[in-house]
């Protein structure tokens, strides 16, 4: 499985779970990288959540550990060119996951992610984790 990655917040959330599969597919990565969305994701969830304190302590653990990948010129061109295809497609994504798709295409990784929609970005190369 080796290559470079980019993680989806749902991949993110089982690693953070410590699932098995997560855990053995990034052992044998040669890249792995965090869109700053997928963190922001995180600290929503968090927030939201009734342990704030420990989960929030658990996503800076986690972004001392990680490559997180941040959101440049290149990325928001690549935002703007897949919410156009999407639109002229009639095949809408959630917002974030165009950035996140984007960060991806920006960086030339592949998108590892547990949702289906991201099929619907063209040139996005995705596997099912």
């Known amino acids: 499985m080796a290559g470079s990655y980019v993680l989806d917040t749902n991949v993110v959330i089982s690693l953070l779970g410590n ?19 997928v963190i922001g994701e995180l600290y929503y969830g ?18 001392r550990e990680s490559s997180v990948l941040v959101c440049d010129a290149g990325t928001a061109l690549h935002y703007g060119e897949i919410k156009e295809k999407l639109r002229t497609k009639g095949r809408p994504i959630p917002e974030n996951d165009i950035w996140i798709a984007a960060t991806a295409l920006r960086y030339g990784w592949t998108l590892a992610t547990q949702d289906s929609h991201f099929q619907e970005v063209e040139a996005l190369t995705t596997v099912m984790w």
């Open 46 to 63: 968090a927030c939201r959540s009734g342990q704030v304190q420990a989960n929030c302590e658990k996503i800076k653990q986690l972004t």
């Open 19 to 37: 699932d098995p599969v997560v855990r053995a597919r990034l052992e044998t990565s040669e890249r792995v990288g965090i869109p700053a969305i």
